[in-house]
């Protein structure tokens, strides 16, 4: 059974630091791009924070440069969002998603990826 369990989502104060994780099983994990997305009440799922399956390259929305990191661990089967000075905007709930291979086209739309985990919510508010 596919499984992707999103996890470490919170309150938190604007300012403030998250890291949420993402164990998989069920696929062979190494051989799959992993993506972030967030879905905002009212908006549609967007794609946050992508990796590719060996880790070697990243792709990342405007909106977090400088302030969200991306990790993939093939030997754990788990794939990181570390998110540091969190804004109100960042509200929403995260998803992670795979894609066997690689991805071709940036921001990756929702419909190429097999597997999605559950989502994690994230409320950045004071």
């Known amino acids: 059974e596919v499984q992707l369990q999103a996890s470490g989502g919170g309150l938190v104060q604007p300012g403030g630091s998250l890291r949420l994780s993402c164990a998989a099983s069920?696929?062979?994990?190494?051989?799959?791009?992993m993506c972030w997305f967030r879905q905002a009440p009212g908006k549609e799922r967007e794609a946050v924070y992508c990796?590719?399956?060996?880790?070697?390259?990243?792709w990342y929305a405007d909106s977090v440069k400088g302030r969200f990191t991306i990790s993939k661990d093939n030997a754990k089967n788990t794939v990181y969002l570390q998110m540091n000075s969190l804004k109100p905007e960042d509200t929403a709930v995260y998803y992670c998603?795979?894609?066997?291979?690689?991805?071709?086209?940036?921001?990756?739309?929702?419909?190429?990826?097999?597997?999605w985990g559950q989502g994690t919510l994230v409320t950045v508010s004071s």
């Open positions: 998603a795979a894609s066997l291979g690689h991805l071709y086209r940036y921001p990756p739309p929702p419909d190429e990826f097999d597997y």
């Open positions: 990796i590719s399956s060996d880790a070697s390259s990243t």
């Open positions: 069920g696929f062979t994990f190494e051989d799959y791009a």
